[in-house]
C-alpha cells in the first residue's frame, strides 16, 4: 500500500530565510505527488503538482519541489519564506488514473518568526 | 466560478446525536470525494462519488456514517450516532474528470463531539 511520510512536525524559520519540508513517499509505480496547504481558517489549496517529466516542478506563491526518485522523496523548497507562509504543509501520493483516492502525509505545520 | 463549499464551518454535537455535513462541489463536477483528518493525523479518503453513485467507499469507518448524492449535486455526509472519535475535520473535494487535474478542496468542517 502506498503511504507518505513527513518526518517534521514542526518546523520554524525566520522570515526571509530559506526552507525546505521533507516528504518520503512509498509507492511501487511512478507517483503522481502532490504538495497542498492549509492556512488558517482555509481549505487545502494545491501548491504544486509532479505527474511526469522534469522533475523540479515550480508551484505557487514561490514553491517548488524535486522529485528523486532514488531517494522516494518529493521535498518542498522555497528561498525566501514571508510571514504569510504560515500554515500547515501535506505532501500526498496519488496512484495512476482510475483509482483517484490521495494518501496524505501527516502535514508539517511551518512557523514564521520575525 | 464559486469553489468547493461545506456547510457548516464548524459543528460541536454531544456524543449519540446526529450531525449532518454538506459539501456543494463546483459546477458541473461529476467527482465528488470526502476526505477527514482526525486531530494531529494524516488526512484520510473516505469516498468517492461518481455523479450520485458510490464508486469507491473503502475509507468509510464504520456503518454510522452515510454518505448520499441525490440527484449527482450537492453531497451529505451523516454520522449517528456520532462517537467522541469521530471529532476532526471533514474535507470535500470535486473535480470535472477522472484524474487529479482539477481536483479542488472545500475548507473543510470541522466536527467536534463531545
Known amino acids: 500500500a502506498q503511504s507518505v511520510t513527513q518526518p517534521d512536525i514542526h518546523i520554524t524559520v525566520s522570515e526571509g530565510a530559506s526552507l525546505e519540508l521533507r516528504c518520503n513517499y512509498s509507492?511501487?509505480?511512478?507517483?503522481?505527488l502532490f504538495w497542498y496547504v492549509q492556512s488558517p481558517g482555509q481549505g487545502l489549496q494545491l501548491l504544486l503538482k509532479?505527474?511526469?517529466?522534469?522533475?523540479l516542478v515550480q508551484g505557487i506563491k514561490g514553491f517548488e519541489a524535486e522529485f528523486k526518485r532514488s531517494q522516494s522523496s518529493f521535498n518542498l523548497r522555497k528561498p525566501s519564506v514571508h510571514w504569510s507562509d504560515a500554515a500547515e504543509y501535506f505532501c500526498a501520493v496519488g496512484p495512476d488514473f482510475g483509482n483517484e483516492k490521495l494518501t496524505f502525509g501527516t502535514g508539517t505545520r511551518l512557523t514564521i518568526i520575525p | 466560478e464559486a469553489g468547493v463549499t461545506q456547510f457548516p464551518s464548524h459543528s460541536v454535537i454531544e456524543k449519540g446525536q446526529t450531525v449532518t455535513l454538506r459539501c456543494d462541489p463546483i459546477s458541473g463536477h461529476d467527482n465528488l470525494y470526502w476526505y477527514r483528518r482526525v486531530m494531529g493525523k494524516e488526512i484520510k479518503f473516505l469516498l468517492h462519488?461518481?455523479?450520485?453513485?458510490?464508486?469507491?467507499e473503502s475509507g468509510m469507518p464504520n456503518n454510522r456514517f452515510l454518505a448520499e448524492r441525490t440527484g449527482g449535486t450537492y453531497s451529505t455526509l451523516k454520522v449517528q450516532p456520532a462517537e467522541l472519535e469521530d471529532s476532526g475535520v471533514y474535507f470535500c473535494?470535486?473535480?470535472?474528470?477522472?484524474?487529479?487535474?482539477?481536483?479542488?478542496f472545500g475548507s473543510g468542517t470541522r466536527l467536534t463531539v463531545v
Open positions: 462519488f461518481v455523479k450520485e453513485s458510490k464508486q469507491d
Open positions: 473535494a470535486s473535480s470535472q474528470d477522472l484524474g487529479y487535474y482539477g481536483y479542488t
Open positions: 509532479y505527474f511526469s517529466g522534469d522533475t
Open positions: 509507492y511501487g509505480a511512478t507517483p503522481y
